[in-house]
């Protein structure tokens, strides 16, 4: 693993100097990434794994825990616990060693996907985790594909190697052929199923050999080199040799490991193991630390901006509401993306243009917080959210910097979200207008005013579900859903200017998004078409544009 270096004091008397030192070293003791997956590929068992051996928890809880099985520290809210899935992103900071990790869980389920590309604009390394018996799925491809489009570095956990799967080889091959990316396997599986016994690191030429441990603890692992007299008793003489001509096979295929192709994203360090019974973490672990990409500078307004800029800047990535159910909290989560951090700094907000006192910055650990001092890049902190924060805002001292917003996807299912009980309006807003901000659904709004009723646009139906048991969870309001019919969303690229000189259009509806922009909503995508044809002229957008400088408007 890549150990820090030690910062001395300069004899220089330049505070300056001193500070770029100490920033450096800070930066290169962090390691920022999330976790990818299909639902159900053990992604938040991962998760728990990394931080036991992380030393952050003492017992690694289960998804869908038994008896007295102590459940998930990611999955903090209440019906994530009940539904056993991932339902939001989660941010865990937590050290290893001397390394600095921030860990950004998020969810699997395909209905949560917009949290999911928010959550990887704050990421500099992605860990894609496969099922060793499905191979790549349709949610992993999706999230891929992202990953690909920011230039993400990929790091590849081969799953469930404990269970009957496919053959390794086979695995290789589907994601060099269906991702185009090239892999280099780190560790190679000795059997698999009930005979998995453990992995030869290509790397130092050992064999590591796992005992299943005791639920939710450490397990033990033993070394031994390659030709070593005691591995023969210890495996089988089948499946060491079964495993040594496959590597043979890895290695006649020529294919090196290249770091810079790794943090180009076009190359993915392969490792083989079980979240669930802890074989093959450890290993993964120290080898990810010591490959992945340290924090990189961000695309701004003036250009990348170095994470050694002595100038602090951040960006919101996130809003969540109410993870302190006691206290009705909102919290921002802002990823430093340059100079340090400090507690009770005062910053530029870009968008409004006031300057923010930031008093009580925490550190997240799942739904737990504590007050942090110091950050930075490649961290993320919480901030108390009185209203101010939206997605995408950019935090600065300095030299005036936006950093790239984060952009809106198209919903595909549209219902009118109704009160029907007049005395709890008051709560019925506050609710909506805080689940809006922090991004648990997307609120449109009817053209005619005396409509007061939001329209929540989701990409899942889960997503109307979550949003209806928090606001009667956490607001106390009972509400009722009344589907719309519509199936696809466009933005008019020229607002309602370019709406009005169209004129009278059909089969579509009007409405209009938070931020006040035209949206067309149509039942299929053969209305859409149709529009298209008979005014080839309007520019419609599947994506929102990013909006700066303008705050949205509420229930």
Same mark, same amino acid.
């Given at each position: ?189 000795? @059997?698999?199923? $009930?005979?998995?016994?453990? =992995?030869?690191?290509? /790397? *130092? ?5 796992? &005992? +299943? ?125 340059? @100079?340090?951090? $400090?507690?009770?700094?005062? =910053?530029?907000?870009? /968008? *409004? ?5 930031? &008093? +009580? ?195």
């Amino acid at each position: 693993m890549i150990q820090a270096n030690s910062v001395e004091k300069s004899s220089s008397s330049n505070p300056d100097d001193f500070f770029a030192k100490a920033l450096a070293a800070e930066v290169s003791k962090r390691r920022n990434f999330a976790i990818i997956s299909h639902p159900d590929a053990g992604k938040t068992t991962l998760t728990e794994k990394l931080l036991l051996y992380g030393g952050a928890i003492q017992q690694a809880g289960a998804v869908k825990a038994r008896g007295e099985q102590r459940k998930v520290t990611s999955d903090w809210m209440e019906l994530e616990k009940q539904r056993g899935i991932s339902i939001t992103s989660t941010v865990l900071q937590f050290d290893y060693g001397d390394t600095t990790i921030n860990l950004l869980d998020t969810p699997g389920h395909q209905d949560f996907s917009e949290d999911t590309y928010r959550t990887l604009a704050a990421a500099d390394n992605a860990v894609m985790l496969e099922d060793a018996a499905k191979g790549l799925e349709p949610q992993t491809r999706k999230l891929f594909e992202v990953c690909r489009m920011r230039h993400i570095p990929i790091f590849t956990f081969i799953n469930k190697m404990d269970r009957p799967g496919q053959e390794p080889l086979a695995l290789l091959d589907e994601i060099e052929s269906e991702l185009e990316l090239l892999p280099w396997a780190v560790n190679w599986p000795i @059997g698999s199923g $009930e005979q998995f016994r453990g =992995v030869i690191d290509r /790397r *130092s030429k050992e064999v590591v050999l796992f &005992s +299943r441990a005791e639920r939710g603890k450490q397990s033990s692992e033993r070394r031994l080199k390659l030709d070593d007299p005691k591995l023969q008793t210890l495996v089988e003489d089948e499946l060491l040799e079964k495993a040594l001509e496959e590597l043979e096979l890895l290695e006649a295929a020529g294919t090196v490991m290249d770091e810079e192709l790794i943090h180009a994203g076009e190359l993915t360090p392969v490792f083989f193991g079980s979240a669930m019974t802890n074989f093959g973490v450890r290993p993964f672990l120290d080898a990810f630390l010591e490959m992945a990409q340290l924090p990189v500078a961000r695309n701004s307004s003036d250009g990348p901006i170095d994470p050694l800029d002595p100038n602090f800047s951040g960006f919101v990535f996130k809003l969540q509401a109410n993870m302190d159910p006691r206290h009705r909290d909102r919290v921002a989560f802002v990823r430093v993306c340059s @100079g340090r951090f $400090e507690k009770d700094m005062t =910053v530029r907000h870009a /968008r *409004s243009g006031k300057n923010i006192r930031l &008093s +009580r910055p925490q550190k997240i650990f799942g739904q737990d917080r504590a007050v942090v001092d110091n950050a930075y890049p490649g961290d993320v902190i919480g901030l108390n959210n009185p209203g101010m924060f939206a997605i995408g805002d950019t935090l600065y001292k300095g030299q005036y910097v936006e950093y790239e917003g984060i952009p809106c996807f198209s919903p595909e299912i549209f219902s009118w979200l109704r009160n029907p009980n007049p005395s709890a309006f008051k709560n019925f807003r506050k609710g909506v207008n805080e689940l809006r901000e922090e991004g648990a659904i997307q609120i449109l709004y009817d053209t005619d005013q005396s409509k007061r009723d939001p329209i929540l646009a989701a990409v899942g139906q889960l997503q109307l579900e979550v949003v209806q048991h928090r606001l009667e969870n956490e607001y106390g309001v009972t509400t009722r859903l009344d589907p719309m019919g519509f199936q696809v969303a466009r933005w008019v690229s020229g607002g309602w200017k370019a709406l009005d000189e169209l004129g009278r259009i059909f089969n579509c509806k009007t409405v209009q998004d938070a931020w006040q922009r035209p949206v067309l909503l149509f039942k299929n995508d053969w209305n859409l078409n149709q529009l298209q044809e008979d005014h080839p002229d309007l520019a419609l957008c599947a994506v929102a544009p990013v909006v700066s400088g303008v705050d949205p408007i509420k229930l």
